[in-house]
Nanobody, 115 residues
Framework: QVQLVESGGGLVQPGGSLRLSCAPSGSIFRMYAMGWYRQAPGNQRVLVAT???????NYADSVKGRFTISRDNAKNTVYLQMNSLKPEDTAVYYCNQGGPTHGYWGQGTQVTVSS
């Protein structure tokens, strides 16, 4: 049974930073692509960033230059560093392993950007 546990969400002012972490268990972490998705109220869940097992990254246009996804295979952890946060980044952020169609999801962590 694969379980993904996210942490690091919270309330931050516009322009601030947060770092999200996700530590899957029950799988061989280094073999899988990992991703972060987000869902704002009333909206669908959308891609934020992905990283392949080899370290290739991909970002949504809305976060390019502000967010960085990374992985530490020794710690079985994927990170999302979020800088220059905007109110429109407010959402529940979900960690994903193995792709959005057939992969596994975490429970989500709330990120609120507000003054």
């Amino acid at each position: 049974q694969v379980q993904l546990v996210e942490s690091g969400g919270g309330l931050v002012q516009p322009g601030g930073s947060l770092r999200l972490s996700c530590a899957p268990s029950g799988s061989i972490f280094r073999m899988y692509a990992m991703g972060w998705y987000r869902q704002a109220p009333g909206n669908q869940r959308v891609l934020v960033a992905t990283i392949t097992s080899g370290g290739t990254t991909n970002y949504a246009d809305s976060v390019k230059g502000r967010f960085t996804i990374s992985r530490d295979n020794a710690k079985n952890t994927v990170y999302l560093q979020m800088n220059s946060l905007k109110p429109e980044d407010t959402a529940v952020y979900y960690c994903n392993q193995g792709g959005p169609t057939h992969g596994y999801w975490g429970q989500g962590t709330q990120v609120t950007v507000s003054s």
